[in-house]
């Protein structure tokens, strides 16, 4: 089983700055890749962004070139760094694994970024 938590969710202005860190505990050998998901009030859950267990990324257009992921194997942690964060990107942003071992997908409980305009 895995574990995931993830932190640094706040309240920030248009155009300002957030990093979100997710916390991997637990059978962290056999996760692969990583994903940031985010759902805002009354839509679906979307991807923001991932990146593999050798460090390949990939991105949603919308963040494209303002968001990036990155992962550091040693301390079992991912990153989203968030740069001119719009109110759109309003949600609750969730961290996601793919554990092999275990054939599923973790998943943490998630981190509210709000921006206001």
């Known amino acids: 089983q895995v574990q995931l938590v993830e932190s640094g969710g706040g309240l920030v202005q248009a155009g300002g700055s957030l990093r979100l860190s997710c916390a991997a505990s637990?059978?962290?050998?056999?996760?692969?890749?990583m994903d940031w998901y985010r759902q805002a009030p009354g839509k679906q859950r979307e991807l923001v962004a991932s990146?593999?267990?050798?460090?390949?990324?990939n991105y949603a257009d919308s963040v494209k070139g303002r968001f990036t992921i990155s992962r550091d194997n040693a301390k079992n942690r991912v990153y989203l760094q968030m740069n001119s964060l719009k109110p759109e990107d309003t949600a609750v942003y969730y961290c996601?694994?793919?554990?092999?071992?275990?054939?599923?997908?973790?998943w943490g409980q998630g981190t509210q970024v709000t921006v206001s305009s």
């Open positions: 990146i593999s267990s050798s460090g390949g990324t």
């Open positions: 637990g059978s962290t050998s056999s996760i692969m890749t």
């Open positions: 996601r694994a793919y554990v092999r071992a275990f054939l599923y997908y973790a």
